[in-house]
């Protein structure tokens, strides 16, 4: 018998063509704010189908600054799932507006628009969809309440690269879209985030407030190191060097892709045999998922031990991750700052309880999806025991 290898649940996918394109620019002397993060926002934008790409240090930071931007803070609402990572409700937070946070759909893990129209109000200035798992929410309802509210839509894309909605790309959905290029994501550049728009001067604001506030940027300025600043501004940018990666990244994006989605398909289609077992449609109306995952998501009632479960893969050398552990209104921070109780949001409580994200990213050989839906069979009939 040959040795298994350990499948982790996501590994970064980098090269020789990455160390070569890091090592030109460590051999140049621009390192920031210069041409291959250029490069990369527009290949980006091409990619997603979006008027302007902003590069960024990170998701997290491109969730912060469309709030930011658009001048969202104290005494303001912003409507997020509760569902989601903390990222997304940490924006709202760092502009001192308030989340308000919505329970999400049980056939997708999406925000519901439902709740969300309960919700919105006068003070509602924003709304964040996150497409879970990589599946577009249901964005025609959101940007209708949206729309009666005047609230801008941020969606949260951190795993959603090329996710389509109407055959539309997700970050072109909403008024701006955020990416994440986290290590494990569809594709990364270590750390670092990009955000999508077609409005030239949200991207402007974007661009602009991510870099301090300068009113002119280094390669506008007269005379060097000469500039104002007539904004608040952060530090939120990208350097030549992860851009570099991202470009390559991006290059590689079709193949990655499409191995996602075979990976998918192969490990649902094993896993089907197994009844008390759901399986996220990566399809719902005009959504088509970008397979950032397997969610194998156990009975409501409990009467699956999940730790048990993932203890048994993780033994077998499979590796497994949980999206999210919590409902974000239940992370301590939430409820001693809020005062949420377990069971305000049943729906998030039962995906952050209940379900097991399995891997379907390229690092999968041939053979891999069969090999994690033995042991994931083996495991619930354990289990079942
Ligand atoms: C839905 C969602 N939003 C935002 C983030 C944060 O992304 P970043 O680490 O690039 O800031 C994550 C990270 O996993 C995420 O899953």
């Given at each position: 018998?040959?040795?298994?290898?350990?499948?982790?649940?996501?590994?970064?996918?980098?090269?020789?063509?990455?160390?070569?394109?890091?090592?030109?620019?460590?051999?140049?002397?621009?390192?920031?704010?210069?041409?291959?993060?250029?490069?990369?926002?527009?290949?980006?934008?091409?990619?997603?189908?979006?008027?302007?790409?902003?590069?960024?240090?990170?998701?997290?930071?491109?969730?912060?600054?469309?709030?930011?931007?658009?001048?969202?803070?104290?005494?303001?609402?912003?409507?997020?799932?509760?569902?989601?990572?903390?990222?997304?409700?940490?924006?709202?937070?760092?502009?001192?507006?308030?989340?308000?946070?919505?329970?999400?759909?049980?056939?997708?893990?999406n925000?519901?628009?439902?709740?969300?129209?309960?919700?919105?109000?006068?003070?509602?200035?924003?709304?964040?969809?996150?497409?879970?798992?990589?599946?577009?929410?249901?964005?025609?309802?959101?940007?209708?309440?949206?729309?009666?509210?005047?609230?801008?839509?941020?969606?949260?894309?951190?795993?959603?690269?090329?996710?389509?909605?109407?055959?539309?790309?997700?970050?072109?959905?909403?008024?701006?879209?955020?990416?994440?290029?986290?290590?494990?994501?569809?594709?990364?550049?270590?750390?670092?985030?990009?955000?999508?728009?077609?409005?030239?001067?949200l991207?402007?604001?974007?661009?602009?407030?991510?870099?301090?506030?300068?009113?002119?940027?280094?390669?506008e300025?007269?005379?060097?190191?000469?500039?104002?600043?007539?904004?608040?501004?952060?530090?939120?940018?990208?350097?030549?060097?992860?851009?570099?990666?991202?470009?390559?990244?991006?290059?590689?994006?079709?193949?990655?892709?499409?191995?996602?989605?075979?990976n998918?398909?192969?490990?649902?289609?094993?896993?089907?045999?197994?009844?008390?077992?759901?399986?996220?449609?990566?399809?719902?109306?005009?959504?088509?998922?970008?397979?950032?995952?397997?969610?194998a998501v156990?009975?409501?009632?409990?009467?699956?031990?999940?730790?048990?479960?993932?203890?048994?893969?993780?033994?077998?050398?499979?590796?497994?991750?949980?999206?999210?552990?919590?409902?974000?209104?239940?992370?301590?921070?939430?409820?001693?700052?809020?005062?949420?109780?377990?069971?305000?949001?049943?729906?998030?409580?039962?995906?952050?309880?209940?379900?097991?994200?399995?891997?379907?990213?390229?690092?999968?050989?041939?053979?891999?999806?069969?090999?994690?839906?033995?042991?994931?069979?083996?495991a619930?009939?354990?289990?079942?025991?």
């Amino acid at each position: 018998m040959t040795e298994q290898t350990n499948i982790p649940f996501g590994r970064p996918m980098l090269g020789q063509e990455e160390i070569e394109a890091v090592t030109n620019v460590l051999s140049g002397t621009q390192l920031v704010h210069g041409p291959v993060a250029k490069a990369f926002e527009e290949a980006f934008a091409k990619r997603v189908g979006a008027a302007r790409a902003v590069s960024l240090s990170s998701c997290t930071a491109g969730l912060h600054l469309s709030l930011f931007v658009n001048d969202i803070g104290a005494g303001d609402e912003v409507i997020v799932p509760a569902m989601t990572h903390v990222a997304t409700a940490h924006a709202v937070e760092f502009c001192g507006a308030t989340p308000v946070f919505v329970d999400v759909e049980p056939d997708t893990g999406n925000i519901d628009p439902v709740a969300v129209e309960a919700a919105a109000g006068e003070r509602t200035k924003a709304i964040m969809p996150v497409h879970y798992l990589g599946l577009p929410c249901d964005m025609d309802a959101i940007n209708e309440i949206a729309k009666k509210h005047h609230a801008l839509v941020v969606e949260d894309c951190a795993l959603a690269v090329d996710a389509t909605y109407d055959g539309r790309k997700a970050g072109t959905l909403g008024d701006v879209g955020c990416f994440s290029f986290y290590p494990v994501k569809h594709m990364t550049t270590l750390e670092g985030g990009m955000v999508t728009s077609n409005n030239e001067d949200l991207a402007d604001a974007i661009a602009k407030r991510k870099a301090f506030g300068y009113d002119r940027m280094l390669g506008e300025r007269k005379v060097p190191g000469v500039y104002d600043v007539d904004e608040l501004g952060y530090n939120y940018r990208m350097n030549e060097a992860q851009a570099a990666v991202g470009l390559v990244q991006l290059a590689k994006l079709d193949a990655f892709q499409k191995a996602r989605a075979e990976n998918f398909e192969t490990l649902r289609a094993e896993l089907s045999e197994l009844d008390e077992i759901t399986v996220f449609e990566p399809r719902k109306g005009k959504a088509v998922s970008s397979h950032y995952c397997l969610n194998a998501v156990l009975p409501r009632d409990g009467s699956l031990d999940r730790a048990e479960i993932i203890e048994k893969l993780n033994g077998r050398g499979i590796g497994t991750s949980v999206h999210y552990p919590r409902p974000v209104p239940e992370m301590r921070y939430y409820t001693e700052r809020y005062g949420f109780k377990a069971g305000q949001f049943p729906l998030a409580a039962w995906l952050a309880e209940q379900t097991i994200s399995l891997p379907v990213g390229p690092h999968l050989k041939p053979g891999d999806p069969e090999r994690i839906a033995s042991a994931f069979k083996d495991a619930i009939g354990d289990a079942r025991a």
